[in-house]
């Protein structure tokens, strides 16, 4: 996976770094990422005042959040957890579709054999 931190009007943390670089990571399980883009800006004009926003590609749609607080790691919880939201809302429609595949799929051959009797 490829990971891309970008910082606007703020000033670069290692250990903040770290911290994202954790969380993305910790995604992988749940969703195969071959790029996260991950943008962190302080708008010196607004309140709050922190917004982290996220691209992550992925085979498939990609996954896209944001998130604003008055502190960083608030923030980062905050886009973490709509990231995971968003995974969760992935997997439960594919799953939601196959089940209903499975449900109204009827064989129509076999319809067919029966009918003639």
């Known amino acids: 996976m490829k990971l891309t ?6 000033q670069p943390s290692e250990s903040f770094a770290a911290l994202v670089t954790k969380q993305i990571e910790a995604l992988r399980e749940a969703l195969q990422i071959d790029e996260a883009r991950v ?3 302080r708008r010196l004009e607004s309140s709050p005042p ?9 085979p498939g749609p990609d996954v896209l ?11 980062l919880k905050k886009l973490i957890e ?5 995974i969760d809302h992935r997997h439960a429609k594919r799953a939601r579709r196959k089940q209903s595949h ?8 076999m319809g067919a ?3 003639r009797k």
């Open 39 to 41: 943008l962190i800006e």
């Open 5 to 10: 931190i970008q910082h606007r009007q703020h």
């Open 82 to 86: 709509e990231l995971e939201s968003r």
């Open 113 to 115: 054999a029966t009918s």
């Open 65 to 75: 959040a944001e998130a604003v607080d008055h502190t960083l790691r608030a923030a």
């Open 50 to 58: 922190f917004r982290i926003s996220a691209h992550l590609v992925t």
């Open 102 to 109: 499975f449900k109204t799929h009827v064989p129509t051959q």
